[in-house]
């Protein structure tokens, strides 16, 4: 419940604390002292969007705070989903700057406004007049029959279970947007498989091909100059091999008598050994190197298809085709088996569809069954508010496809009169009639939807006398279930709280102030005569409000 409202430098209000209790708390005061502004700022620490005009002329920043007690609500799931700190006493807290700049604040950790109205709608219940419109609106009368069904645990169920099958229709249409996508490339793919395929590439090709072709485009140069190396090395005459056998040979011979000499003359014949084996390595080169000009055409045509192939996808070197060549391969496997994976997320719709709607009819049953003594409750409460003739009732048509809600629409259709046919309930009510037919809406559903706290902001409109009176019984018989707080013009309403506020204008030096004060019941007395008789409260209308509050 809402235990108290605190409002700082909000529109005409520049400090205002209220403190609220259980039961049912009304709120009066002239047309203009402010009570709209109250509930505006009420509405911000629920999660309505704010507006920096709100802002009272001259201050840079207000604050609305609002305190609450929840033990009894079954809020620490939320609270521990959001990682905020659960207490008793929940505090909400708005903070409005000149800038446009605001904060949101729940027991002191900032939130998101949209995770603030989602705990304000667990909080409180505002029905204004433009709420009367929500007659019109399917999903508000569905709601009402769920609240009378009782349906909530079916609800959740089939909520997550439509969910999931939703999740798997949403897969098996993108499933069929990438098959019909691919198989419109699936030709093209093969095409250039086929064509990286019949090239049957290997790693490291390229290089050994090019280095290849470079040999045998310059045979001639390299047997030259092998021949000559070979030559130099060891040719007739004076060569290098045989003075450096010379060499080697004295150095063993004079090594013999000199010992010192050992480690050169091994230096010298190691040396004689390895241009010994670069001579012969350089013959066997030159025994290999030859020009061959079939070889040469068909290392080029390899090479021309390897660029060809690279030029083709943008590529450089023969590993990334062949990776390229994997990955079309790959691709088109998937595309093969996408055929299984339809006919497979198929079947899993077709179930999940199956349940859905095994589900839904199971929910309409259920609300169905409860229709009848919904119209019967809401026909005998209607009467009690002095529409006797009232006819309603709750007309049920199923959807083509099941939504988030089930399979069901439901339509209020509402006659006032013996003799009028029934028809839809925003098509023929009056504004009195409607706003009574939504309060014994509201007073029915009141403890199926234990919400702490409900306000009703001049539902009265278009009542009063003894349906003013009764309107006001019932809000006082809903304020046995949960706090009700009234704000009204009719003294009957008036009469019937627990608690009683006056909100008022204040005139000040250079402005005008809202302010709010609790009435004694001296004072009570007062303002119900002066809502009977008007400005000048008559000996007759003290008398009358004595009658009312005694009663």
Same mark, same amino acid.
């Given at each position: 419940?809402?235990?108290?409202?605190?409002?700082?430098?909000?529109?005409?209000?520049?400090?205002?604390?209220?403190?609220?209790?259980?039961?049912?708390?009304?709120?009066?005061?002239?047309?203009?002292?402010?009570?709209?502004?109250?509930?505006?700022?009420?509405?911000?620490?629920?999660?309505?969007?704010?507006?920096?005009?709100?802002?009272?002329?001259?201050?840079?920043?207000?604050?609305?705070?609002?305190?609450?007690?929840?033990?009894?609500?079954?809020?620490?799931?939320?609270?521990?989903?959001?990682?905020?700190?659960?207490?008793?006493?929940?505090?909400?807290?708005?903070?409005?700057?000149?800038?446009?700049?605001?904060?949101?604040?729940?027991?002191?950790?900032?939130?998101?406004?949209?995770?603030?109205?989602?705990?304000?709608?667990?909080?409180?219940?505002?029905?204004?007049?433009?709420?009367?419109?929500?007659?019109?609106?399917?999903?508000?009368?569905?709601?009402?029959?769920?609240?009378?069904?009782?349906?909530?645990?079916?609800?959740?169920?089939?909520?997550?279970?439509?969910?999931?099958?939703?999740?798997?229709?949403?897969?098996?249409?993108?499933?069929?947007?990438?098959?019909?996508?691919?198989?419109?490339?699936?030709?093209?793919?093969?095409?250039?498989?086929?064509?990286?395929?019949?090239?049957?590439?290997?790693?490291?090709?390229?290089?050994? *091909?090019?280095?290849?072709?470079?040999?045998?485009?310059?045979?001639?140069?390299?047997?030259?100059?092998?021949?000559?190396?070979?030559?130099?090395?060891?040719?007739?005459?004076?060569?290098?091999?045989?003075?450096?056998?010379?060499?080697?040979?004295?150095?063993?011979?004079?090594?013999?008598?000199?010992?010192?000499?050992?480690?050169?003359?091994?230096?010298?014949?190691?040396?004689?050994?390895?241009?010994?084996?670069?001579?012969?390595?350089?013959?066997?080169?030159?025994?290999?190197?030859?020009?061959?000009?079939?070889?040469?055409?068909?290392?080029?045509?390899?090479?021309?298809?390897?660029?060809?192939?690279?030029?083709?996808?943008?590529?450089?070197?023969?590993?990334?085709?062949?990776?390229?060549?994997?990955?079309?391969?790959?691709?088109?496997?998937?595309?093969?088996?996408?055929?299984?994976?339809?006919?497979?997320?198929?079947?899993?719709?077709?179930?999940?569809?199956?349940?859905?709607?095994?589900?839904?009819?199971?929910?309409?049953?259920?609300?169905?069954?409860?229709?009848?003594? *919904?119209?019967?409750?809401?026909?005998?409460?209607?009467?009690?508010?002095?529409?006797?003739?009232?006819?309603?009732?709750?007309?049920?048509?199923?959807?083509?496809?099941?939504?988030?809600?089930?399979?069901?629409?439901?339509?209020?259709?509402?006659?006032?009169?013996?003799?009028?046919?029934?028809?839809?309930?925003?098509?023929?009510?009056?504004?009195?009639?409607?706003?009574? *037919?939504?309060?014994?809406?509201?007073?029915?559903?009141?403890?199926?939807?234990?919400?702490?706290?409900?306000?009703?902001?001049?539902?009265?409109?278009?009542?009063?006398?003894?349906?003013?009176?009764?309107?006001?019984?019932?809000?006082?018989?809903?304020?046995?279930?949960?706090?009700?707080?009234?704000?009204?013009?009719?003294?009957?309403?008036?009469?019937?709280?627990?608690?009683?506020?006056?909100?008022?204008?204040?005139?000040?030096?250079?402005?005008?102030?809202?302010?709010?004060?609790?009435?004694?019941?001296?004072?009570?007395?007062?303002?119900?005569?002066?809502? *009977?008789?008007?400005?000048?409260?008559?000996?007759?209308?003290?008398?009358?409000?004595?009658?009312?509050?005694?009663?």
């Amino acid at each position: 419940m809402l235990r108290s409202l605190s409002i700082q430098n909000y529109a005409l209000i520049d400090s205002l604390h209220i403190a609220f209790d259980s039961g049912f708390s009304v709120i009066t005061g002239e047309t203009g002292a402010g009570k709209s502004i109250i509930l505006g700022a009420l509405s911000l620490i629920l999660g309505q969007r704010a507006d920096a005009r709100h802002i009272k002329q001259g201050e840079n920043k207000c604050i609305i705070e609002g305190v609450f007690d929840i033990p009894s609500y079954d809020l620490e799931p939320l609270f521990l989903d959001n990682d905020w700190t659960y207490d008793e006493e929940c505090i909400l807290r708005r903070e409005i700057w000149a800038t446009g700049r605001s904060r949101a604040f729940v027991n002191d950790s900032p939130v998101y406004l949209n995770d603030l109205k989602s705990l304000g709608d667990r909080l409180i219940d505002i029905h204004s007049q433009h709420r009367n419109l929500a007659l019109q609106d399917n999903l508000f009368q569905l709601s009402v029959v769920d609240a009378m069904a009782g349906t909530e645990k079916e609800r959740k169920e089939y909520l997550d279970t439509y969910n999931l099958y939703r999740a798997s229709e949403k897969a098996l249409s993108e499933l069929r947007l990438r098959a019909r996508a691919n198989k419109e490339e699936e030709d093209y793919l093969r095409f250039q498989l086929e064509a990286l395929q019949e090239a049957s590439l290997q790693d490291e090709e390229q290089e050994l *091909l090019e280095e290849e072709l470079k040999a045998m485009t310059h045979a001639e140069e390299i047997k030259t100059g092998l021949y000559e190396v070979t030559t130099l090395l060891s040719g007739e005459g004076e060569s290098a091999e045989s003075l450096l056998r010379s060499a080697a040979d004295i150095l063993i011979r004079v090594q013999r008598v000199y010992p010192k000499l050992e480690e050169l003359a091994n230096r010298v014949e190691a040396a004689y050994i390895d241009m010994k084996d670069a001579r012969e390595e350089a013959a066997r080169y030159f025994e290999e190197v030859d020009f061959d000009p079939a070889r040469q055409q068909i290392v080029e045509e390899r090479l021309s298809t390897i660029y060809g192939l690279q030029k083709k996808h943008s590529v450089q070197t023969v590993e990334e085709l062949i990776a390229l060549r994997d990955k079309i391969a790959e691709q088109l496997q998937g595309i093969d088996s996408l055929d299984e994976q339809l006919a497979s997320l198929e079947k899993e719709v077709a179930e999940k569809r199956s349940t859905v709607l095994t589900m839904a009819e199971a929910l309409g049953k259920k609300r169905r069954a409860a229709a009848p003594s *919904l119209e019967k409750q809401l026909m005998e409460r209607l009467a009690y508010v002095r529409m006797p003739n009232t006819r309603f009732q709750c007309q049920f048509t199923v959807k083509k496809e099941p939504d988030s809600t089930g399979n069901d629409t439901v339509q209020f259709v509402f006659s006032a009169n013996k003799n009028t046919p029934l028809q839809p309930v925003a098509e023929i009510a009056s504004g009195g009639e409607i706003s009574r *037919l939504m309060l014994c809406l509201k007073a029915m559903i009141a403890g199926a939807t234990a919400l702490p706290t409900i306000i009703f902001d001049e539902i009265d409109t278009g009542t009063s006398g003894e349906v003013a009176d009764r309107v006001g019984a019932i809000m006082k018989e809903m304020s046995r279930e949960m706090q009700v707080i009234g704000i009204s013009h009719l003294p009957q309403i008036a009469s019937k709280g627990d608690a009683h506020f006056v909100v008022y204008k204040e005139e000040q030096v250079e402005s005008v102030a809202t302010r709010v004060k609790v009435l004694t019941p001296e004072e009570r007395v007062e303002e119900i005569a002066r809502m *009977l008789s008007g400005a000048e409260v008559t000996s007759e209308a003290i008398e009358n409000a004595r009658v009312m509050l005694e009663g």
